[in-house]
Structure formats: C-alpha cells, structure tokens
Nanobody, 121 residues
Framework: QVQLVESGGGLVQAGGSLRLSCAAS????????MGWFRQAPGKEREFVAT????????SYADSVKGRFTIARDNAKNTVYLQMNSLKSEDTAVYYC??????????????WGQGTQVTVSS
C-alpha cells in the first residue's frame, strides 16, 4: 500500500500562487494514477486534477483549467499541484489520492490527510 502526505497549503491573497506537494511512501508513485481533490466548507469533495500512470495524460476540472497544473517527480516520488491566479472560491481542503488499477476519480484506493488552502479576497 502507499501512504500519501500533502503539504504546501496556507493563506494566500487572491491572484497569488501556491504549490501543493503529495509525497508518497511505501510504493512508487508512478505505478498509480494520481489525483487532486478539494472540499470546501459545506460542499462535497470535488475532483480538481488527475495524472495518468504513464504521466502522459492529465485532466482538469473546468473551474481550474488554465490556472492549475498537476505534475510528478518520479525521483522524489512526489506529485505536485501548481496553483496560479488563485481565487477566493479555491478555498478548500485539498486532498491527494492514488489509484492502482481503477479510475482515481471514481474509485481511488488511497487518500492523504489533506492540506488547507485559504485564498483571501
């Protein structure tokens, strides 16, 4: 199994940037489809971005397309979410997830503990 630990969250002004990290241990992250999700207060958790096992394919929620980028560093066994042009509506707890076989959006196998991102307007 794989353990996921997110970091990099914090308080940022609207228009600013943050880079979230998801450090994996126990297994090689390149064996997994990886995803970032977020949950705002009073709302359901939603998909933000995914990265395929090969690393060649990404997908993004419409709300973050063009502003967020998901990437992987195999040497560091870490997945990143670069967030630019942040908006107040991006405020949420951000979670990293991994799927060994199935869809990371529909059925992730592992979750991190989450990291808080707060965007002040």
């Amino acid at each position: 199994q794989v353990q996921l630990v997110e970091s990099g969250g914090g308080l940022v002004q609207a228009g600013g940037s943050l880079r979230l990290s998801c450090a994996a241990s126990g297994r090689t992250v390149s064996n997994y489809a990886m995803g970032w999700f977020r949950q705002a207060p009073g709302k359901e958790r939603e998909f933000v971005a995914t990265l395929s096992r090969s690393g060649s394919s990404t997908s993004y929620a419409d709300s973050v397309k063009g502003r967020f980028t998901i990437a992987r560093d195999n040497a560091k066994n870490t997945v990143y979410l670069q967030m630019n042009s942040l908006k107040s509506e991006d405020t949420a707890v951000y979670y990293c997830a991994a799927s060994l076989i199935g869809s990371v959006v529909r059925a992730p196998d592992y979750w991190g503990q989450g990291t808080q991102v707060t965007v002040s307007s």
